[in-house]
């Protein structure tokens, strides 16, 4: 095959799955359905929880902290689902990542809440990522899987996610760390 017959047979794959993932969404994820109420909840109400509770005196800070850990777990999840490791199969709009609730809000202000109480009170950021973690993996995305929410296939399990969580908030700790300390000698 060709280069361009590839590209011709990928966008009209594409666009075939483009329609069934909108079909299915209008079905079985859309307004009318108990499930888009949940995933839009947790897409508001953490973000509602951050409002309250930031530290404005520290905000690009944790912001930043943030930002980090809905990056590294959106291109996670990409791939987890794109191979279909990961499938969360209730969202908000078929046109957004799957797991817009997760990686764009809920894990994100999870960690950056960890992240702002330890920073703020002196607590090891390490050990309550690793608390933090199980609870996602172990409890919240149990709860996922037994409503139906999510699915884990090929091998993919709990243990995974634990482990994922626990690596992409290490990271976005260490690169704040990293950029906090740029700008203090700069600063300094």
Request: proline share 2%.
């Amino acid at each position: 095959m060709s280069y361009s017959e590839y590209w011709e047979q990928i966008f009209s794959q594409s666009e075939k799955m483009n329609g069934l993932i909108s079909s299915y969404w209008r079905e079985y994820s859309g307004l009318g359905t108990w499930q888009f109420w949940v995933v839009l909840a947790l897409m508001v109400l953490p973000l509602v929880i951050v409002y309250l509770s930031i530290d404005r005196t520290r905000i690009f800070e944790i912001f930043f902290f943030g930002y980090t850990v809905h990056i590294l777990w959106t291109y996670a999840d990409s791939f987890l689902e794109r191979y279909s490791y990961f499938v969360h199969t209730y969202f908000l709009f078929p046109m957004f990542p799957y797991a817009l609730n997760m990686t764009a809000s809920a894990l994100p202000v999870g960690f950056l809440l960890i992240y702002q109480f330890c920073t703020n009170h002196k607590k090891s950021f390490l050990i309550y990522t690793i608390l933090a973690s199980a609870v996602f993996a172990f409890g919240f995305a149990t709860l996922e899987e037994w409503a139906g929410m999510v699915h884990f296939k090929k091998g993919m399990n709990h243990f995974y996610i634990f482990l994922i969580d626990i690596s992409i908030a290490y990271a976005a700790y260490f690169l704040t760390m990293f950029v906090k300390r740029m700008s203090e000698n700069i600063k300094g």
